[in-house]
T-cell receptor, first 112, second 111 residues
Framework: GAGVSQTPSNKVTEKGKYVELRCDPI?????LYWYRQSLGQGPEFLIY????????DSGLPNDRFFAVRPEGSVSTLKIQRTERGDSAVYLC??????????FGSGTRLTVV | GEDVEQSLFLSVREGDSSVINCTYT??????LYWYKQEPGAGLQLLTY?????DMKQDQRLTVLLNKKDKHLSLRIADTQTGDSAIYFC???????????FGTGTRLQVML
């Protein structure tokens, strides 16, 4: 596609529920990144995929967070047993080479 | 790890120049970026500079890099009301592929 697409744009869930956030990167981009942006903060790195494999997952806060990219294109960020502190905007970015990262508009997750 | 800092707020009058500053800690930073974020929107890449450059100009935008002081700045000439947004500095260090962002500077443009 022309840009990075993230769905849904907004998600409200109850504490303890499971959520999935989807990222559709720019076609042909091999690298895909997930970031989390809390209110009033800059985005914080969560995980980076090169192709199908997670090259760096050092930013995932705990084992409730998991991400996959089974075919090297679309990625899903999965959060189990959501907590109110998980409320944030989750941003996805993709890149090909040359250090240019294109971000999606994000998914605003609210845990009530 | 890398730490990136920015001042929180800047207010300028329309038509003036804006200068947004950023400092970082890791001298091996290779790519340095400026992103713009408008309310409710994602991050828009404005410009970037490689660590082997001191300056880059792109229309109304000028980026200056002082590697010795680990200081990056973004100058916006003839600032317009449409420039009102949050501006993030971000850096990549060494072989890492992940961006480290500052907390963002909110630019307010007054008529």
């Amino acid at each position: 596609g022309a840009g990075v697409s993230q769905t849904p744009s907004n998600k409200v869930t109850e504490k303890g529920k499971y959520v999935e956030l989807r990222c559709d990167p720019i076609s042909g981009h091999t690298a895909l990144y997930w970031y989390r942006q809390s209110l009033g903060q800059g985005p914080e790195f969560l995980i980076y995929f090169q192709g199908t494999g997670a090259a760096d997952d050092s930013g995932l806060p705990n084992d409730r967070f998991f991400a996959v990219r089974p075919e090297g294109s679309v990625s899903t960020l999965k959060i189990q047993r959501t907590e109110r502190g998980d409320s944030a905007v989750y941003l996805c970015a993709s890149s090909s080479s040359g250090g240019i990262y294109t971000f999606g508009s994000g998914t605003r997750l609210t845990v009530v | 790890g890398e730490d990136v800092e920015q001042s929180l707020f800047l207010s300028v009058r329309e038509g003036d120049s804006s200068v947004i500053n950023c400092t970082y800690t890791d001298s091996s930073s290779t790519y340095l970026y400026w992103y713009k974020q408008e309310p409710g929107a994602g991050l828009q890449l404005l410009t970037y500079i490689f660590s082997n450059m001191d300056m880059k100009q792109d229309q109304r935008l000028t980026v200056l890099l002082n590697k010795k002081d680990k200081h990056l700045s973004l100058r916006i000439a003839d600032t317009q009301t449409g420039d009102s947004a949050i501006y993030f500095c971000a850096v990549i260090t060494g072989t890492a592929s992940k961006l480290t962002f500052g907390t963002g500077t909110r630019l307010q443009v007054m008529l």
